[in-house]
């Protein structure tokens, strides 16, 4: 394929006056407009055929068959040309909506009959990205034409969440342990599953009191805790319509991904259970629990199968089935989002059946582009009724989150990216807690 260059097109165009003026000052030489337009167009068609044959360009791409959401890959293109070689040939990359091209156009200069580019490719969202195909373009010799290649390469890049970060960071999380001295792996002493009632003794925690029994048998009875070998913690995700929504360039499902799977990790590195659910309108998955190190890939696969959804979500069904399969008290992290009091409503009253035998996380993304819409100085009426509006909006997930501390949760709330390291360090604090 091929067509005009710029310059091709201003040169045509100036035949335009050139011949109106010829006419009106000499109307006998009319024809030398037509003849520049035609000597343009004969030129444009020989720098055509001088620019060489596209179908004879060798062409290699190397696109990662993976990459992990927050991570960028890289991509190449080279380009041999066969006999007489352009100065310079531009590149251009056609992804779908996963996945983002940092620069998205290049012009690279040929050098012995070879060109390359680099790309970067910045995945946005979890899933299979598509490289659609590639655009190639190159002037010819006088540069009067374009002459065009597109490569179809319907090559896919599979979209994971970013296991060597939580890898990395767990490692950086077990090094600075050892080295302060510190162990993970603490040793139980009580427990706190419920085992049975004793009479209390001076010096018992006056927490361990049961005051139902106590006025029913006319004595102080407190309750008394098995040691658990290990603790089962279950990762209740929303994967509905509000938890698909950017925060700080990514979505808030893939930043819960990554905090549960860096906390599940430390867990099975701990001895400890861990299991996988999730919801929107229905349930989608639940895992069920597993045990050991070995167990971590597959707890990744399903997590990188977790789809967006557009649904709302149903909290009503969702935790009450979580909640009907849980055999034995669990640590419930809860990830989701909501938008007013209203809404969350109902998330409350499900947390709230879930704290009536399980220990509940919940984690709250804060969002700091509310924040700043509200620290920043208004320069226009718009910024004040934005910062009103951030405002309401930022004081009813504290009303929340006050609610669900009432309740016994303990809520996480941190920036999105510090919210790994805050649930893990909640979660380190719990398991210390629930073993003394």
């Known amino acids: 394929m091929f067509y005009p260059t710029p310059r091709a097109i201003f040169a045509a165009a100036i035949g335009v006056p050139l011949s109106l003026a010829v006419a009106l000052l000499l109307p006998a030489s009319w024809q030398v407009g037509v003849a520049w337009i035609i000597c343009i167009i004969a030129l444009f068609l020989a720098d055509a055929v001088l620019a060489g044959d596209s179908s004879r360009l060798a062409i290699e791409t190397q696109i990662p068959a993976s990459l992990a959401v927050g991570r960028r890959g890289g991509a190449g293109v080279s380009v041999h040309v066969p006999g007489r070689a352009p100065p310079f040939i531009e590149f251009l990359l056609d992804v779908d909506s996963r996945l983002q091209i940092e620069p998205p156009r290049q012009r690279q200069p040929v050098e012995g009959n070879s060109s390359t580019a680099q790309f970067a490719l910045v995945p946005l969202r979890r899933g299979e990205g598509h490289v659609e195909r590639l655009w190639l373009r190159w002037q010819g010799p006088l540069g009067l034409s374009w002459k065009q290649r597109t490569e179809d390469l319907a090559r896919t890049v599979s979209i994971m969440p970013n296991i060597p970060a939580v890898k990395e960071e767990a490692t950086r999380i077990f090094q600075r342990e050892a ?3 510190a162990h993970l792996n603490i040793d139980i002493r009580h427990g706190s599953e419920f085992h049975a009632l004793r009479d ?8 361990t009191i049961d005051w139902k029994q106590s006025a029913r048998h006319r004595m102080l009875l407190a309750k008394e805790f098995q040691a658990e070998d290990n603790l089962h913690i279950v990762f209740a995700l929303d994967t509905g319509r509000l938890m698909c929504e950017p925060l700080a360039g990514l979505p808030r499902l893939d930043r819960a991904l990554q905090a549960a799977l860096l906390m599940a990790y430390v867990a099975l590195k701990l001895g400890d259970r861990v299991g996988l659910f999730a919801f929107d309108q229905r349930p989608v998955l639940d895992s069920g629990t597993v045990a050991g190190i070995a167990a971590f890939p597959s707890l990744q696969r399903l997590a990188a199968q977790l789809d967006y959804s557009s649904a709302e979500t149903n909290f009503t069904l969702g935790l009450t089935q979580l909640g009907a399969s849980l055999e034995r008290r669990s640590i419930v992290v809860v990830f989701t989002d909501f938008s007013d009091t209203t809404s969350a409503e109902l998330m409350l009253e499900n947390v709230g059946r ?38 309401a909006v930022l ?6 989150a006050n609610r669900l501390r009432r309740l016994g949760a303990q809520v996480v709330d941190a920036p999105a990216d510090q919210i790994g390291m805050r649930l893990l360090e909640t979660y380190l604090k719990l398991k210390r807690q629930e073993h003394n």
């Open 179 to 181: 080295r302060s001295g």
């Open 200 to 207: 209390y003794q001076p010096g018992m925690n006056r927490r």
């Open 354 to 391: 879930l704290l009536a035998r399980h220990s509940v996380l919940f984690v709250v993304f804060r969002d700091e582009e509310l924040e700043t819409m509200l620290r920043q100085e208004p320069a226009a009426p718009e910024d004040v009724s934005r910062a009103v509006i951030a405002d």
């Open 395 to 400: 004081q009813d997930r504290e009303k929340v």
